[in-house]
């Protein structure tokens, strides 16, 4: 029996980065023999335990053949005949298709650290055509990669088109293009993600809503990128540049939706489009099965991010709608992800990258005045009043005076 490290942990050691986790591959023994040395074997469908110490991922060498459409469509053998070369050959990128000894000899047979070196995601053969999650995964490894100059090599995004144009991309459940998109997101460079599948047509089969952006001109006046689809691109990288936050990053790369569909006869403005995005939104929302906060954030940014930018101009019994709207009181973490969302937003232009907004600490304040209303000295002191009506007036008086207080 012998094992390897292998795939990430040998990539990331290469490229100078910490290896947080690692992974191995067993050769030249069978499953019963890693139980009996106290392995816990966790893999449903493929062979692989958990160490009984470090508790690290062990993998038996295997091969696969495909039998089905699907991402889950392969006969698995996991035989001790099986070779560590053949195990790395059925890998997705040469970068993850490395090994190293227990002696710490790196084993490449793909040329996968001559690619690092030269800054190239490059498929490993012909067999990455056989798993259409794997458009995912490069379009992701770009993302991640892109601060060290990678990009797709010109045959593997060929081969990522012909795979979309095939339609292969419909038989991946929704659950694992979330999670490719949730991991994408959490990247040093989450619009490139997006890039890469625009450039193999992806981004058209599985967000079509963002893809419509594209060509769509907005006012030079205020966006002087003029292209909705390119400053939906560069909000989420500015969103990446102001927070890690997935759910801010994801809210931005929806809030402009509604552009999409307004009436050409209108534009470049788009009157209107909050409203129009919203449906839209939760269509997203539904088809990749986003998790509540990141759904309810996206609909409320996109909702309410124009109302934000005119914030500062707006009458209080307005603002106190806005926060009203944004559930502002009781969901304060949400209210200010709502807030980086439309800093992201103005930052998202050319030229406005590091341009300053006031609004947001203009709607912490009111919201802070808000709050410093006390509903229940006010119910105790009126009993018979209309409780809504008398805390809303209240609230708008607070409100008013803050913004007096403000403005001095």
């Known amino acids: 029996m012998q094992t390897h490290l292998v795939g990430g942990a040998v990539r990331d050691r290469l490229l100078g980065l910490p290896v947080t986790e690692r992974d191995w591959v067993v050769v030249g023994a069978s499953g019963g023999e890693l139980e009996k040395l106290g392995f816990r074997k ?30 889950t469509g392969f ?21 993850n298709a490395m090994a190293e000894t227990e002696s710490g000899e790196l084993i490449d047979p793909h040329g996968g650290r001559d690619d690092l070196q030269a800054r190239v995601l490059r498929h490993v053969s012909p067999a990455f055509r056989e798993d259409p999650l794997r458009i995912l995964r490069v379009a992701r490894f770009a993302a991640r990669f892109h601060h060290f100059g ?19 991309l419909a038989e991946l459940p929704r659950e694992r293009i979330w999670r490719e998109v949730e991991l994408a997101l959490g990247s040093q460079s989450p619009e490139r993600f997006f890039t890469v599948l625009r450039d193999c047509g992806a981004l058209a089969e599985l967000l079509p809503e963002v893809e419509r952006l594209f060509g769509v001109p907005q006012p030079e006046k205020y966006h002087p990128e003029i292209d909705t689809g390119v400053h939906t691109l560069m909000c989420v990288k500015a969103a990446a540049h102001l927070t890690e936050d997935s759910v801010v990053r994801y809210a931005v790369l929806l809030h402009d939706l509604g552009k999409g569909v307004t009436d050409p006869a209108g534009w470049p403005s788009h009157h209107g489009h909050e409203e129009l995005g919203v449906p839209l939104v939760k269509n997203v929302n539904q088809r990749l099965g986003a998790p509540k906060e990141f759904a309810r954030t996206a609909e409320l940014v996109c909702k309410y991010h124009t109302l934000q930018h005119r914030v500062l101009s707006l009458r209080p019994a307005t603002v106190l709608r806005l926060l009203s709207g944004l559930d502002a009181i009781r969901r304060p973490e949400r209210f200010q992800r709502f807030l980086t969302a439309c800093l992201a937003d103005a930052r998202g232009r050319t030229g406005y990258e590091d341009c300053d907004y006031p609004q947001n600490a203009y709607l912490e304040s009111m919201l802070a005045a808000v709050n410093a209303v006390d509903a229940g000295t006010l119910l105790r002191e009126k009993p018979q009043a209309n409780a809504a009506e008398l805390i ?7 409100i008013r005076q803050a913004r007096a207080e403000y403005a001095h």
């Open 392 to 398: 809303a007036r209240e609230r708008i008086a607070a």
């Open 42 to 71: 966790i893999g449903k469908d493929f062979p692989v335990y958990l160490h009984p110490e470090t508790r690290e991922e062990y993998a038996l060498a295997r091969r696969e053949r495909k039998t089905g459409p699907g991402h």
């Open 75 to 95: 006969a698995v053998d996991a035989s001790p005949e099986v070779s560590l070369e053949e195990d790395l050959a059925r890998r997705d990128l040469t970068i």
């Open 150 to 168: 990678f990009s797709v090599a010109p045959e593997t995004l060929e081969l990522m088109r012909q795979m979309t144009a095939a339609g292969e």
